[in-house]
């Protein structure tokens, strides 16, 4: 549910081209930054399998984090 309220506000942001919204989904990336890098780290049991998606996923968020901040430096130029 949290994931998919931050992917909504990114996604409201960048239609809307605001950096209130984008501004939300980056701070709301970090919990989400915070409980892969548990999956990944800090769980007792790992399957190969976890490591793999978990390593997916840790780039997309983090490719996404990367291009919330590219948007909001270009929506506050305009």
Do not use: W
């Not at 501004?23 to 890098?37: E, G, N, R, T």
């Not at 190969?48 to 997309?60: E, H, N, P, S, V």
């Not at 983090?62 to 901040?69: A, D, M, N, T, V």
Request: proline letters at 3%.
């Amino acid at each position: 549910v949290f994931d998919g309220c931050r992917l909504l506000l990114g996604s409201k942001g960048n239609k809307t081209e605001q950096g209130g919204p984008i501004i939300l989904f980056l701070v709301m990336s970090i919990p989400s930054i915070l409980a892969i890098v548990y999956f990944l780290h800090l769980q007792v049991f790992v399957l190969r399998i976890d490591l793999i998606l978990t390593g997916i996923l840790a780039a997309f968020v983090g490719f996404e984090f990367l291009l919330g901040i590219v948007c909001v430096i270009r929506f506050r130029g305009k």
